[in-house]
């Protein structure tokens, strides 16, 4: 009989060296997740990653395309009077980058460096007496660099309570 070249031990060693290795490569082919924003009314919250989001500062035409593109957005309903809070995790806010809130295309909030903001009783559906309000409006949270350009763009839909 012939004595083993490596002792069982030795075989289960580079089996666990082998699959963590595999992990590890499996892994680092995997993209970052980008920062979470969430927006809470009452006690409804939904949280979402960036749907925009390439590293580097968007063009004016690829930040309009995540405007209007409603897929993949994250819904919460909202009544008249409820309070709004936005979020942004602190990775969105670091190395001078800020962020603002824009509701269908508008900015409704100047680029800031906090973490969060509450517009409490705010009546977002409010249309001035111009019509009935629509059943539902886009808000994106938009982060920019220091110098003002768009980096990333999170897309969530308010939909109106009855």
Request: with cysteine.
């Amino acid at each position: 009989m012939t004595a083993p070249l490596f002792s069982g031990r030795a075989r289960r060693s580079v089996a666990a060296l082998g699959a963590v290795s595999a992990g590890l490569l499996l892994l680092s082919a995997c993209d970052k997740p980008t920062p979470l924003a969430t927006v809470t009314v009452g006690t409804s919250s939904v949280s979402a990653e960036a749907a925009c989001h390439d590293g580097k500062e968007l063009t004016a035409e690829k930040v309009q395309e995540c405007f209007t593109d409603l897929k993949g957005a994250k819904t919460v309903e909202y009544g008249r009077g409820d309070t709004l809070r936005l979020g942004v995790e602190p990775d969105v806010v670091e190395k001078g980058k800020k962020w603002q809130a824009v509701l269908d295309g508008q900015p409704i909030t100047e680029p800031s460096s906090n973490t969060y903001r509450s517009f409490p009783g705010a009546d977002v559906f409010s249309t001035g007496g111009q019509g009935e309000a629509p059943a539902s409006k886009k808000l994106n949270i938009v982060q920019v660099g220091e110098d003002g350009k768009p980096l990333a763009v999170w897309a969530f839909s308010l939909k109106l309570k009855n």
